[in-house]
């Protein structure tokens, strides 16, 4: 009996397919997760760096050190004390300032007083008084008197130039020669004033605040350096000085 002739099996090839397919899946994935892990933008890395993901520095010693606020003036001191200082020590310093030009005047022409009297050392002219109303009268009656000349200060007035003076004037013999008046700027270099009598001032000067900051401390009870305390508090907190005469 003949057997009829079988044709061969042709083998399978859709498992390699599927191996295929698989590997590309498995593949694919891989690749999803490192763009997920890294993002595309290259932004990794700045967020690794970034304040959030960065460990804190920490704190120098001396910002993490909070800073105490720094006691008040001379805590023994009211604040009411404390300004009463403050006013006095403007005034200390005015005072003596005042004071010591009064004594060591730079302007001595200036600083002439009821009853003070001074010996013309140059012709110096001697206005009418009373004073008329009329300027021209008066440089009409207007004398000039000469050197050795005493003149007594008898009234004080504020000029536009200075001062003027109303003097009782009297010649070296001691001749009565009457009342008029005298104008500061003529009187300029006829004083006789030592070398020195700037230096004179501001020694002066300091002696005398030296003077009254000593009955300052013991009006207060408070020591000198108290009252620089004091002062520096008042600077920092921007006090006004009190007005001065």
């Known amino acids: ?23 590309i899946v498995i593949v694919g994935a891989m690749t999803n997760d490192d763009e997920a ?3 595309a933008d290259g932004s990794g890395e700045q967020n690794a760096a970034s304040p959030a993901n960065r460990v804190a520095d920490p704190v120098p010693e001396r910002e ?17 004390q404390r300004r009463e200082i403050w006013d006095e020590l403007a005034r200390i310093g005015h005072r ?18 009821v009853g003070q009297e001074l010996r013309l ?6 206005g009418p008084y009373p004073v008329p109303s009329d300027p021209m009268v008066g440089a009409q009656q207007m004398r000039r ?22 003097a009782a004037a009297a010649s070296s013999s001691g001749v009565d020669l009457g009342k008029g008046t005298i104008l500061s ?27 009254y900051r000593a009955d300052l401390c013991q009006e207060y009870g408070v020591t000198d350096r108290q009252l620089d305390e ?16």
């Open 1 to 23: 009996m003949s057997r009829s002739r079988q044709k061969p099996k042709k083998k399978r090839k859709w498992p390699w397919i599927i191996l295929v397919f698989v590997f």
């Open 64 to 80: 993490a050190t909070r800073r105490e606020p720094e006691p008040a003036a001379s805590p023994g001191l009211s604040e009411t």
């Open 185 to 211: 700027l003529p009187l300029q270099d006829q004083f006789d004033m030592p070398a020195d009598q700037q230096g004179r001032q501001f020694d002066y000067m300091d002696e005398l605040e030296g003077n």
């Open 37 to 39: 892990t890294e993002p």
């Open 145 to 166: 008197l000469p050197a050795g000349t005493i003149i007594r200060i008898v009234e004080v007035r504020p000029d536009s130039l200075g001062k003027m003076y109303v």
């Open 96 to 113: 003596a300032m005042i004071d010591a030009e009064a004594k060591y005047p730079l302007q001595p022409e200036l600083a002439m007083t």
């Open 121 to 126: 050392v140059k012709e110096t002219p001697f």
């Open 230 to 245: 004091v002062f520096s508090h008042g600077l920092d907190q921007g006090w006004r000085y009190p007005e001065l005469d």
